[in-house]
């Protein structure tokens, strides 16, 4: 039987160090971490060949007293933590005491410091199990540490890092947060001897943006300020046209710790349901500022996972911080054209005569003599030039025939004078009228106003496109480009959610029923109540099988019955999300299935009461599944495109 013994402290320092330091950015961000605390304004990171064999940390903080720097690697050192009671209220952002202790158990560590009441500073290695060394060295005001040869005595660690690109990438990503995390300080980042990251440090969030991200970036951004409940929420969002592919932009900050927080993550994707594509993820910058009590961030040596006495709070002020900003920052999407081409293929350059070779003529045909004289009219065409042209955009045909009729058109030389044939007078068919396409009867959503009153409609509508977009003089310096069905969309479904149509209902003449599968089956029957507010009856009609016997008065019965289809299948595969509003995504099927239809001609009448209908609601700018409802075609990008700017 194995003996139970205290492990060898070298070897427990090691397992220690396992948790703390994974891989280089774990040691740049526990340094940088412990440089903040010490009230650093400045700090100065610099790494090469991804950090193992170099890393370097300086501020210009409050440093340390060389009496306090050996037990500074000491497990469980810190002057960060001394009673019970003080981890209930952790305001730095280290407190565990275990880096330093970790960083130096697999990795050589030189530590330069000095305070300000001292005229000299220390100069302190160690490495390992290797005894340390320390002696006097002249050096300003503040903290440097070296770190080289990470994982020298541990080669089974060393094996498990990744490519030097990778993991300076890394270092560079968690440097990215933390200067997000305190504006208020200036951060410099040197990779393999090149400055990548300079921040300001001017305590302006929006600063630390434009540093870490770019203009680009930066010009997407809507700013937040909201409190709620004891929770203040700051910092800037992007706007929905700003959406990007994954979460890799989402920056959460608690006390100006970053974290993790699936609370504050759901909270702000939630507020942007309807504003985006689906597959589309927000970005943000968010500080979140709450009583230290409320928070607990002991949780992992990482420090990056957190609890939240009340998770409500959280949700609630990020939801209505968001959803506030949403509605008074974003703008309509603005449509480019780019730069001006070309339509025509470029003519090259006219030979000299002494170097044109034309070709030999062909014979002429040899056609019967049918008693009337052949008017030869030459043809010239671009299609048949020997000039090879470059491939043609799909309008370029049109441009090519216009071209060819004037080519034809030109003066030619003037054919012989034949003698008129006789007129025939032909009786022209009748006229038949084309059918009256029959008036939609089931539109009670866009009210169709009388002439006098659509006239007051201050745009100027200039009528529809491919059947799917209004275009409208909105200014005298734009275009908008509507999207008819999106609009309507979003417009019905406004008013299902404030219950101006959400359960009105109609009974079916005949009842549809509708086949599902067990757990979609399981699923209907478990939300009837949900479905009965927004309109649809709907009974168990044995096993497997339901019984519609009213629905919405936007739907008929084909439609009722795909919308129920449709409401199942997503109920099955929700049914253990508890943020969504099963009601709410209900309310998106019915106005997408009563919506006018792209492709479907529009009286003019109805198209004005839509375009009425969105003056009226300025805040609707996205249909329910995050499209937009209509873009701006500036005049002068038109104007571009004609040479006129």
């Keep these: 039987m194995p003996r139970i013994q205290v492990l060898d402290k070298q070897v427990a320092e090691l397992i220690a ?36 064999p170099y890393m370097r940390v300086a501020d210009n903080g409050c440093g340390i007293d060389p009496e306090d720097v050996p037990t500074a690697f000491l497990r469980h050192a810190t002057s960060k933590v001394s009673t019970q009671d003080d981890l209930d209220s952790i305001g730095t952002l280290g407190f565990r005491g275990e880096a330093l202790a970790a960083i130096s158990a697999v990795g050589r560590v030189e530590l330069l410091t000095k305070t300000a009441e001292r005229e000299t500073g220390l100069r302190y290695t160690c490495a390992g199990d290797e005894p340390p060394t320390s002696e006097e060295a002249g050096c300003p005001q503040g903290t440097t540490i070296v770190v080289r040869d990470l994982f020298f005595n541990t080669p089974a660690r060393m094996k498990f890092l990744k490519k030097d690109i990778t993991e300076g990438n890394s270092v560079a990503g968690i440097l990215d947060k933390i200067a997000l995390s305190h504006p208020e300080i200036s951060f410099r980042f040197i990779r393999d001897g090149k400055e990548v990251l300079h921040t300001p440090g001017d305590g302006k969030l929006g600063s630390a943006l434009y540093a870490v991200y770019g203009r680009e970036f930066f010009g997407t951004l809507i700013p937040v300020d909201y409190s709620l409940g004891g929770v203040r929420v700051e910092g800037f969002i992007s706007k929905p046209s700003g959406s990007r592919a994954n979460r890799s932009l989402q920056n959460f900050f608690i006390n100006g710790r970053y974290i993790r927080s699936r609370t504050a993550a759901v909270a702000l994707e939630e507020a942007y349901k309807g504003a985006i594509m689906v597959g589309k993820f927000p970005a943000c910058a968010l500080h979140m500022h709450l009583a230290r009590e409320a928070v607990d961030v002991n949780v992992h040596p990482a420090k990056m996972e957190i609890r939240f006495i009340n998770e409500r709070p959280i949700f609630d002020a990020v939801y209505h911080g968001v959803k506030s900003a949403l509605q008074g920052g974003d703008s309509p999407k603005v449509m480019g054209l780019g730069e001006r081409k070309p339509i025509l293929p470029t003519v090259p350059p006219p030979q000299r005569a002494e170097q044109l070779t034309l070709p030999p003529a062909p014979p002429p045909p040899v056609e019967e003599d049918d008693g009337e004289p052949e008017i030869s009219v030459p043809r010239l065409s671009l299609r048949d030039s020997a000039v090879p042209a470059p491939p043609l955009r799909e309008f370029d045909d049109a441009m090519l025939h216009l071209l060819d009729n004037a080519l034809e058109n030109r003066p030619q030389p003037l054919p012989p004078v034949l003698p008129k044939p006789p007129l025939r007078v032909v009786e022209a068919p009748p006229v038949k009228e084309p059918p009256a396409r029959p008036v939609q009867e089931k539109l009670p959503e866009v009210e169709v106003l009388p002439a006098e009153e659509a006239a007051d409609f201050h745009s100027k509508i200039i009528g529809e496109a491919f059947g799917t977009y209004i275009l409208v003089e909105y200014s005298p310096k734009a275009l908008m480009l509507i999207d008819k069905h999106a609009a309507h969309e979003r417009l019905l479904y406004e008013k299902l959610k404030s219950q101006e149509l959400g359960g009105a209902a109609q009974a079916l003449l005949t009842p549809v029923t509708v086949s599902l599968d067990m757990d979609e089956y399981s699923a209907v029957l478990g939300h009837l109540d949900d479905l009965s507010k927004a309109g649809f009856e709907v009974e168990d009609f044995g096993p497997g099988t339901v019984l519609v016997r009213a629905a919405p008065l936007l739907l008929d019965g084909a439609d009722a019955s795909q919308a129920i289809m449709e409401t199942a299948g997503y109920l099955c595969a929700h049914k253990t999300d508890l943020t969504t509003e099963h009601l709410d995504w209900v309310y998106h099927n019915v106005a997408c299935r009563a919506a006018m239809k792209a492709g479907d001609t529009t009286r003019p009448e109805e198209l004005i009461a839509l375009c009425r209908q969105l003056e009226q609601n300025p805040q609707v700018r996205y249909c329910p599944h995050g499209r937009p409802v209509y ?8 104007e571009k495109q004609f040479g006129r700017a």
Excluded: Q
Excluded at 631 to 638: A, G, N, S, Y
């Design 631 to 638: 873009i701006l075609l500036p005049k002068r990008e038109i």
């Design 17 to 52: 160090a396992g948790e703390v330091v994974e891989r280089p950015s774990s040691v740049i961000k526990e340094l940088v971490e412990n440089a903040i605390d010490a009230g650093s304004t400045v700090i100065t990171v610099e790494i090469r060949r991804g950090g193992a």
